[in-house]
């Protein structure tokens, strides 16, 4: 029995600790952790990576906050936010890089089945839902803005994130650029404290949330929205335009921001002034240290980025993401070609 | 009404409510049950043992990483935590007659009211930061923390009930006490640590909080115990909470494979029991 | 003996460690940090309550609902079930406690939460309304259907242990109660119930012990909002989820070591905890069986 019982535990060890590196062909694994926004793409760029070079990337998406303290810890080998590192933040992890990697729209979900229009939200009518302020969907600002949707007298089921996020960050420093309010009781961060709303993790988990709940509200990134077939609003931007967020869109915020765009690439593109921009919008970076510490890891780390942001930029369309403008990705290769392994 | 008569109805209303009692707790059993056969067992093919994941809209795709994982942190756990349960145990039943012995008892109760989530924690600070990597090894340490107590204590009962004349004749032999408690003692509580142990690793093949900030989750094949490594619980964890309905197929399979190990293992426990007490009764 | 000093020194290592981390928070924010409710991570202000509240709501109305469900089980299984009943009954309640908590919270969003949502929380709200209890809107996730998860967690601890002890009581003590002319119930309520309360006390308290360290299944149905609100409809946040969703991500010094402080807090909860029942469940063994060791 006991001699039954050893040999179980010792075959399943031997057994699990052998087949995987069998089964992976010894190919070199390369750790990464942060955001759920560029998620969706980065998953369909290691796919398609670990297809041309022998080496697998292991994205965790845990939350762009994460993503940040564990490349400070250096728990990984790099970390992806989409929240630039605070000045205070840098000093905790000197030579780290922010590389731009793809762009991104934020947009306001819901779950409304009988309102069949796109529903519209000016800025201080959003800020005020997510300040308590509007709680009901036929309140007469929202109906007012949205004439003929047939809006319910339900109560709106507002979702956040409940993790550190770089979703939030750029959707609170929207809300923070358009409502003093907001900025003097909330402000902006990767977690910030809600006046209102129901936690979800991650951008799966506030999407599950607006899924699941009728009446539910929530920002999440566009193509968590569009792969759930969730409907999502327009929004009103600086110039005063109702505009509908897509890639082109977004791209135009980007291009928007292109102007002062500092050289560290640590750059905010919301509530831009083009006509067309949407105004909720926002890039998202690898972090990587300048000084690699594994000179492998830090070669196949640097051919990587090269990648992603030539030939990999491609695959940002299908995925909804707006691939980066050619001018930034000079500038970009510049930067990685300051990395030393 | 006549006080027998109120007596009477009492009772039988007292009696069909503990009856009833019984019935309603069987109800989210069959619940989750019906949830699991009819969304898990149908996603079920044999990709899903073999393949590794996909990105969400490319067909296909299974779990095998994390099945593999969470053997292979079962497997890595009990490598140490069963001889330290286990002779830790034995310590306290053969000799932990004393305040040092009240001590370690003391602190195993201690360990074994330790959240889930703490343990999580605490490993993630001995192990993860130092390493300066997520690994698969601070995920089996955190999983033995877990796993040490129930088998230590376990043990020590099982060591307790081993009848004082077996032990006397085997001193009476003139054997040492260390070879009397080895060879004489385990062996009649055999049976009974390994229901302890089985018992423990089928709490910990569901244990998913310590390994959050410990095993973090891979999306490829294992490379060795300094990687991090993937398994089941984190993976329908990162699934439940997604909103892609292959995710939750793939979610709901991963629950039926991973309650499927754990009632077999519950199932074999009590079997070696019920062997246990027939050979003794043959006795 | 080595290997049981080891276990001695991984605990004493754990404490040391846990509160070493915690020790910013605590010199920054003292006793202030357990009864303010402001969770503000981007002032760096921090206040554990309504996570406590969270947490001790949650486990009492689990409790509210466990208690009187596993007793009604323990006693139909040591006292009045058919006997090959008995046996498959108490295996199949006892299999409740092997499934994994991250399924508890798979089923809870799927299975559970929807139901509540559309036939239950009408029906409360409609009947009970006049409640604080049962206002509100109905999110489906939020407190009570924490509690209700939580109370199938803790109804298999609950109910396998008060079975034991009911066993233990002896027999002549119901002869007794039946030869004096009692129903079946009475003498369950009399000579069983009687004999065996602090027993019963133990056990409940072990299951608090469980539902209050309680991690995934609570994160995933519970709505992971941190406010005190008396409506068991409304979103909450415990302890144990709030470690789990902030712990990988906590920036600054401070928060970190706030999160580790509650995890502080919740280690010292759950070890009273635990004392007490140990205390009492030891107390009970002592009466039926006499001294049995130290």
């Known amino acids: ?341 | 009404m006549n006080i027998y008569k109120r007596r009477k109805i009492i009772n039988a209303f007292m009696c069909s409510a503990t009856f009833i009692c019984a019935t309603i707790t069987l109800l989210p059993l069959i619940s989750i049950f019906i949830y699991v056969l009819s969304k898990g067992a149908s996603s079920l093919n044999i990709s899903f043992f073999t393949h590794l994941p996909r990105p969400v809209g490319e067909p296909g795709g299974g779990m095998g990483n994390a099945i593999l994982g969470t053997l292979t942190l079962i497997g890595l756990t009990c490598l140490w935590a069963i001889p330290v349960g286990v002779l830790s145990g034995v310590y306290l039943a053969e000799f932990g007659n004393n305040k040092f012995g009240a001590v370690v008892r003391f602190s195993a109760d201690l360990l074994n009211g330790v959240p889930s989530i703490v343990i999580g924690i605490f490993a993630y600070i001995l192990f993860v930061v130092p390493m300066k990597t997520f690994s698969a090894l601070s995920g089996a340490f955190a999983l033995g923390l877990i796993m040490i107590p129930t088998v230590m204590r376990t043990t020590e009962e099982i060591l307790l009930l081993v009848p004082r004349t077996i032990r006397e004749a085997a001193l009476a032999l003139g054997i040492s006490q260390f070879r009397m408690t080895i060879s004489i003692v385990l062996k009649t509580a055999l049976p009974g640590i390994v229901t302890g142990i089985l018992l423990a690793i089928a709490r910990i093949a569901g244990e998913t909080a310590p390994l959050l900030f410990t095993a973090l989750g891979n999306e490829f094949w294992q490379r060795g115990i300094m990687q991090p490594i993937a398994a089941m619980p984190l993976q329908i964890f990162a699934y439940a909470i997604s909103p892609f309905d292959d995710w939750h197929r793939q979610a709901w399979a991963a629950s039926f494979v991973l309650i499927t190990i754990i009632f077999l293992m519950n199932f074999i426990s009590r079997l070696v029991i019920y062997l246990q007490r027939k050979s003794l009764k043959a006795k | 003996m080595l290997t049981a000093l080891s276990v001695t020194a991984l605990t004493l290592l754990l404490i040391y460690s846990m509160v070493t981390n915690a020790l910013p928070a605590i010199q920054k924010f003292g006793w202030h940090f357990l009864f303010t409710s402001t969770w503000d991570p981007v002032k760096e202000i921090f206040g554990a309550l309504p996570f406590i509240y969270g947490t001790l709501v949650s486990s009492a109305l689990a409790l509210l609902i466990a208690v009187p469900i596993s007793l009604g089980i323990a006693i139909y299984l040591a006292e009045l079930a058919p006997q090959f009943i008995r046996q498959p009954l108490s295996f199949l309640i006892e299999l409740l406690a092997a499934i994994p908590s991250v399924v508890y919270g798979f089923w809870g969003i799927f299975g559970l939460a929807p139901f509540l949502r559309t036939a239950v929380q009408p029906f409360l709200s409609k009947y009970l309304g006049f409640l604080p209890l049962f206002q509100g809107q109905f999110f489906g996730v939020g407190m009570l259907t924490a509690g209700i998860i939580l109370s199938i967690m803790i109804i298999p601890t609950i109910s396998s242990i008060s079975r034991e002890v009911f066993l233990a009581v002896p027999s002549n003590q119901r002869e007794a109660a039946t030869a004096l002319g009692a129903t079946r119930w009475e003498t369950i309520r009399l000579a069983v119930l009687g004999y065996s309360k602090t027993g019963v006390w133990g056990a409940v308290i072990l299951g608090l012990g469980r539902a209050i360290g309680e991690t995934m299944a609570v994160t995933m149905v519970i709505g992971n909002r941190p406010q005190i609100s008396v409506s068991l409809f409304a979103p909450g946040y415990t302890m144990a989820s709030v470690i789990a969703n902030e712990f990988t991500e906590a920036t600054g010094k401070l928060y970190l070591s706030s999160l580790v402080e509650i995890g502080v807090i919740l280690f010292f909860l759950t070890l009273i905890i635990n004392g007490i029942a140990r205390f009492l469940i030891w107390k009970v063994s002592n009466k039926a069986k006499g001294r049995i060791r130290e």
Request: glycine share 10%.
């Open chain 1, 1 to 341: 029995m006991k001699k039954f019982f050893l040999g179980l535990i010792l075959t399943t060890l031997a057994l699990s600790l052998t087949a995987g590196p069998t089964l992976a062909n010894k190919l070199l694994l390369i750790n990464g952790a942060g955001g759920t926004f560029p998620y969706p793409l980065y998953s369909k760029w290691f796919y398609e990576y670990a297809k041309i070079e022998p080496v697998n990337f292991n994205y965790q998406a845990i939350g762009s906050g994460a993503g940040i303290k564990q490349i400070t810890e250096r728990t990984v080998d790099f970390g992806a936010s989409d929240a630039a590192l605070t000045d205070k933040q840098m000093k905790q992890a000197p030579g780290l890089l922010h590389i731009p990697m793809t762009a991104g729209a934020v947009v306001i979900s819901y779950n409304l089945p009988q309102v069949t229009q796109r529903l519209k939200f000016t800025p201080d009518v959003l800020a005020d839902i997510y300040l308590g302020k509007i709680t009901k969907w036929n309140d007469p600002r929202i109906s007012r803005i949205n004439p003929g949707a047939n809006l319910p007298n339900e109560g709106i089921l507002v979702a956040h994130r409940s993790d550190g996020s770089g979703t939030t960050n750029i959707f609170t420093s929207y809300l923070s650029s358009v409502s003093p309010e907001w900025k003097k009781k909330v402000g902006f961060s990767t977690s910030v404290n809600w006046p209102v709303g129901l936690g979800g993790k991650g951008n799966q988990g506030v999407s599950g949330i607006i899924k699941q709940a009728e009446g539910g509200m929530g920002y999440i990134e566009l193509a968590y929205a569009i792969t759930n077939n969730l409907p999502y609003a327009d929004l009103q931007n600086k110039a005063g335009n109702f505009i509908t967020p897509t890639i082109e869109t977004t791209t135009e915020a980007i291009n928007g921001a292109l102007s002062h765009m500092p050289d560290d690439f640590r750059v905010s593109c919301v509530n831009p002034g083009g006509a067309n921009a949407y105004p909720i919008s926002g890039v998202t970076w690898i972090l990587v240290y300048k000084n690699q510490p594994n000179h492998v890891i830090g070669e196949e780390l640097v051919k990587f980025l090269r990648w992603a942001i030539t030939d990999g930029q491609k695959y940002s369309v299908d995925l909804l993401y707006a691939p980066l403008p050619e001018s930034m990705v000079k500038k970009i290769e510049q930067r990685i070609d300051e990395i030393n392994y």
